[in-house]
């Protein structure tokens, strides 16, 4: 019986002598209170009752959130929230463990210190440009004093900025007056090129239609011009007056014509008596005399 007892102890005493590492952490080793060894991922030995395994330590990368509140240049508060991402340094393992009672809140002291040595340095636009540049600046100045600690800072990241709910009221009321301001910039701009085109197309067809109605009245004094030949090589004695008055009578005719065929034209009293035609004539004639009377 004493013999089974004595082989359970040392059976005991042997399983307490194996320590089992998770893969990516390490764990401290201390005998009789004080430090021995860092025993790494795998199967490790400690002597029972003499070792014991005093902390566990975890080598993958960690994260940290710091909300800090502090002032910008131009007097506005924010809270910036500062993620950094760390990791114990597998060779400094000791130092990790050994040198910071609380790390994570002793981290959050220097990015609190950071930041509010880096924000009030710019305005508020400014910092919202630049957050990435604030971001490396705490990375860069408290890297070297966390790698003394035994921890190695990764990478700082500012993931957001809020200022105050009336700044940024403000702001947006800012931002979409901007906006308002550009549209209707754009809208102008696009009125302005609309009535230019229209103005250019007016400008365009009142041309063509000047050129149309120039050719057409010179057609038409090219066919008066023939029609009066013509009528004085068939009907010899004609004079110019009495073939003047023939063709102000065809056209007399042919306009009052039209204007019967013609549905959007609105009633209209026309003389139309042969006395009428016969007064007509002779304002024309009569005019035409008096303009040749005048050049000479």
């Known amino acids: 019986m004493e013999n089974y007892i004595i082989i359970a102890i040392v059976v005991l005493l042997f399983l307490s002598s194996i320590i089992i590492v998770k893969e990516q952490t390490s764990v401290i080793i201390e005998r009789l209170g004080k430090f021995s060894r860092v025993a790494h991922s795998g199967i490790n030995f400690k002597i029972p009752l003499i070792d014991r395994k005093a902390s566990t330590q975890n080598l993958r990368v960690q994260q940290l959130d710091v909300l800090v509140e502090t002032k910008t240049l131009d007097n506005v508060f924010v809270?910036?929230?500062?993620?950094?991402?760390?990791?114990?340094?597998?060779?400094?393992?000791?130092?990790?463990?050994?040198?910071?009672?609380?790390?994570?809140?002793?981290?959050?002291?220097?990015?609190?210190?950071?930041?509010?040595?880096?924000?009030?340095?710019?305005?508020?636009?400014?910092?919202?440009?630049k957050k990435d540049d604030i971001a490396n600046a705490v990375r860069d100045n408290i890297a070297e004093i966390m790698d003394a600690y035994g921890y190695s800072i990764i990478k700082t990241l500012i993931t957001d900025i809020d200022p105050d709910a009336k700044v940024k009221e403000s702001m947006n009321r800012i931002n979409a007056a901007k906006r308002?301001?550009?549209?209707?910039?754009?809208?102008?701009?696009?009125?302005?090129?609309?009535?230019?085109?229209?103005?250019?197309?007016?400008?365009?067809?009142?041309?063509?239609?000047?050129?149309?109605?120039?050719?057409?009245?010179?057609?038409?004094i090219r066919g008066f011009k023939e029609s009066v030949e013509d009528f004085q090589r068939s009907l010899q004695g004609v004079t110019h007056e009495e073939v003047m008055q023939f063709v102000l009578m065809t056209q007399y005719f042919d306009t009052l014509n039209n204007i019967g065929t013609n549905s959007k034209n609105s009633a209209i009293l026309v003389p139309h008596s042969p006395g009428a035609l016969k007064d007509f004539q002779e304002q024309i004639v009569s005019g035409t005399f008096l303009a040749d009377h005048t050049k000479k």
């Open 180 to 220: 308002d301001r550009d549209a209707a910039l754009q809208e102008a701009e696009a009125k302005k090129i609309t009535i230019i085109k229209e103005a250019e197309a007016e400008a365009e067809a009142k041309r063509l239609a000047g050129e149309g109605i120039a050719k057409q009245r010179l057609e038409i």
């Open 79 to 129: 809270n910036v929230k500062v993620s950094v991402q760390f990791n114990v340094i597998r060779s400094k393992v000791r130092e990790a463990y050994y040198s910071l009672d609380n790390p994570k809140g002793q981290i959050a002291s220097y990015i609190f210190d950071e930041v509010r040595a880096e924000v009030p340095r710019l305005d508020l636009d400014d910092l919202f440009s």
